[in-house]
């Protein structure tokens, strides 16, 4: 059973480019949510999908911006990149109607923008 | 809204040695409580939760953690730590239902000393 998988692992661009990450969400699930960890801070909540659409926005700028596709997995976009974007980009997944209080993550996309 | 604040950002201890973890949460309505690990490089993963129900909560591995609505906190323990639980700690909330958007406080790194 493959948990949540997301792409690339590392990347590194430059400001004012734009990015796209990727998440497929672990089997079964429907939700995905996304965080941006920066060095030595906690996960901060930046969007969660359901149905192809964002359900819940944390306090993140329109340059960030998502997508849900029909098989559940999930793009996040960064457009017009700072410096201040560089962090740890993790997706976590779950399932609507049946929240067992457990947010599956995977293992990020380490984002350093110079 | 909910939120959490963890008091220590690195816990130094011995092996073997005990350790408690702290963390309060601010919550108008009633919350749901976790707390995350993350090892080195990897995704966060969860340590264990309070939805209902017993006020202590354990995992497999060993750590324990109580709600206590009076102090609103939700402190981490473990009477004897090893090596292999050097790792970040990070406590978080989530309110029932809803869209299971879940808020985490900074972390805590725990470093066991041989």
């Known amino acids: 059973d493959a948990g949540v998988t997301q792409s690339p692992t590392h990347l590194i661009k430059t400001r004012g480019q734009q990015v796209t990450l990727r998440c497929s969400p672990k089997?079964?699930?429907?939700?995905v949510s996304w965080y941006q960890q920066a060095l030595g801070q906690g996960p901060q909540f930046i969007f969660q999908?359901?149905?192809?659409?964002?359900?819940q926005r944390g306090n993140f700028p329109d340059r960030f911006s998502g997508h849900q596709f029909p098989n559940y997995s999930s793009e996040l976009n960064v457009n017009a990149l700072l410096l201040g974007d560089s962090a740890l980009y993790l997706c976590a997944s779950s399932r609507q109607g049946i929240w067992s209080g457990e947010l599956f993550f995977g293992e990020g996309s380490r984002l350093t923008v110079l | 809204a909910q939120s959490v604040t963890q008091l220590d950002s690195q816990v130094p201890v011995f092996e073997e040695a005990p350790v408690e973890l702290r963390c309060n949460y601010s919550?108008?309505?009633?919350?749901?409580l976790f707390w995350y690990v993350q090892y080195p490089n990897q995704g966060l993963q969860l340590l264990l939760k309070y939805l209902s129900g017993s006020t202590l909560v354990e995992s497999i591995n060993g750590f324990e953690a109580e709600f206590n609505k009076s102090q609103t906190s939700f402190h981490l323990r473990k009477p004897s730590v090893h090596i292999s639980d050097t790792a970040e700690y990070f406590c978080a909330v989530s309110a029932p239902g809803g869209y299971q958007k879940v808020t985490f406080g900074i972390g805590t790194k725990l470093q066991v000393i041989p």
């Open positions: 999908y359901y149905e192809e659409e964002e359900r």
């Open positions: 089997s079964g699930h429907d939700t």
């Open positions: 919550s108008s309505v009633s919350v749901y």
